[in-house]
Structures are given as structure tokens and as C-alpha cells.
């Protein structure tokens, strides 16, 4: 069966540190993984997405940028962290068009 | 362009009582639509999924969902609330061109039921 794993599940920084936030999924091939975001109290925002190794789409211009260096695995990467970064990370996966999104557990970061 | 409108931030009922949560949607194209719960702290767990097949859609915990092109709206209901069904809903349309796969979610439906 496929399960995604996501980690650290709590994170804090401090402003200006940099971020690196990794996502992998296991038990299939190819999937289309996502980076999302979800401020307090708020809907979820979609941050990038990828259908493929080295193929990164960007939805949001902002202080965040994401990887793909394997097949199953995702990278959300800051360089500077700003104190408005601070949310709920989410990494989710689907196999294709029309298929449901996978969650894994989510990220805590607060920028303080 | 695809969007989703979940048209209550909050909704309370009593335990035993039947539950509604509204979501209406658009989308240029015939969408999937996706209702996800999620409790505090926690990723999200699929609920239910319309991807064009039957138009009553029965997903876990007893809810269900109807899809009505003509409303554009897909309800997510259930008969009788449990305590356990205190969370965040959203509903989720989906739309991709060949290769890419976007998703798009409402704003959220906190639910609160009261004993």
C-alpha cells in the first residue's frame, strides 16, 4: 500500500534561518506531489506542484522554493525565512487526473 | 477557471441530528469533486469523491454527498452527527489539463456538534 511520510511534524526558526521541509511517498511510481500551505484558521493554499522529477510549478510568487530530486520525494526549501511563512506544511500526492489527494501528517512552522 | 464555495464557515448541531455542509462549485470542465475532513493538528483524510459515475456518492463515517450539475453544488450530509464528526470540512474541485493535476479547496466548514 502507499504511504507518504512527512517530516519534522513541529519546527521552529528563527526569522532568517533557512528551511528545508522533506516530503517521500512509497508503495508507487511517478505520483504528482504537492506542497500546500494552511494558515490559521484558514483554507489550504496550493504552494507548487510537480508531475515529475525536476518539473517544479510555482502558484504563489513568494519566499519559498521546492525540489524534486527523486521521483517519490519532495523538497520545500527557504533560504531566508520570513515571519509570514509560519503555517501548517502540507505534502500530498495523487496517481492521476481525477484521483483523491493524499495527505501526509503536515508540518508545524512557526518563524519566530 | 475552477473555484469552490463553501457557503458556511461554521455550523453547529446536536448529537443525533442531521448534518449539512454546503459546497458549490465551478469549473469550465467536468470536474471531481472531493470532500476531505481534517481534526486539528492533522493532515487531511479523504471523506467521499465524485469523479462522473453515480451522482449520490456514500463515503466513510456515514456521509454522503449528491452532485447536481444544474445547482453546481456538491452538500456533504449525514443523517446523524456523532461527537467524532467535530472537525474542518472542505470540498475540493479538480480539473487538469493532460499531465498536470490541480486541486482546489473551499475555505474550510468548521463543525461543532453539541451533546
Known amino acids: 500500500s502507499q504511504t507518504i511520510h512527512q517530516w519534522p511534524a513541529t519546527l521552529v526558526q528563527p526569522v532568517g534561518s533557512p528551511l528545508s521541509l522533506e516530503c517521500t511517498v512509497e508503495?508507487?511510481?511517478?505520483?504528482?506531489l504537492y506542497w500546500y500551505r494552511q494558515a490559521a484558521g484558514r483554507g489550504l493554499q496550493l504552494l507548487f506542484y510537480?508531475?515529475?522529477?525536476?518539473?517544479i510549478s510555482s502558484e504563489v510568487p513568494q519566499n519559498l522554493s521546492a525540489s524534486r530530486p527523486q521521483d517519490r520525494q519532495f523538497i520545500l526549501s527557504s533560504k531566508k525565512l520570513l515571519l509570514s511563512d509560519s503555517g501548517f506544511y502540507l505534502c500530498?500526492?495523487?496517481?492521476?487526473?481525477?484521483?483523491?489527494?493524499?495527505f501526509g501528517n503536515g508540518t508545524r512552522l512557526t518563524v519566530t | 477557471a475552477q473555484s469552490v464555495t463553501q457557503l458556511d464557515s461554521h455550523v453547529s448541531v446536536s448529537e443525533g441530528t442531521p448534518v449539512l455542509l454546503r459546497c458549490n462549485y465551478s469549473?469550465?470542465?467536468?470536474?471531481?469533486l472531493f470532500w476531505y475532513v481534517q481534526h486539528p493538528n492533522k493532515g487531511l483524510q479523504l471523506l467521499l469523491k465524485?469523479?462522473?459515475?453515480?451522482?449520490l456518492v456514500k463515503g466513510i463515517n456515514g456521509f454522503e454527498a449528491e452532485f447536481k450539475k444544474s445547482e453546481t453544488s456538491f452538500h456533504l450530509t449525514k443523517p446523524s452527527a456523532h461527537m467524532s464528526d467535530a472537525a474542518e470540512y472542505f470540498c475540493?474541485?479538480?480539473?487538469?489539463?493532460?499531465?498536470?493535476?490541480?486541486?482546489?479547496f473551499g475555505t474550510g466548514t468548521r463543525l461543532k456538534v453539541l451533546a
Open positions: 475540493v474541485v479538480s480539473h487538469g489539463a493532460s499531465g498536470t493535476y490541480k486541486y482546489i
Open positions: 510537480s508531475v515529475g522529477i525536476g518539473q
Open positions: 465524485y469523479t462522473s459515475a453515480a451522482t
Open positions: 508503495g508507487t511510481s511517478n505520483p504528482n
Open positions: 469549473s469550465s470542465y467536468s470536474p471531481s
Open positions: 500530498a500526492w495523487s496517481v492521476h487526473r481525477g484521483s483523491p489527494l493524499h
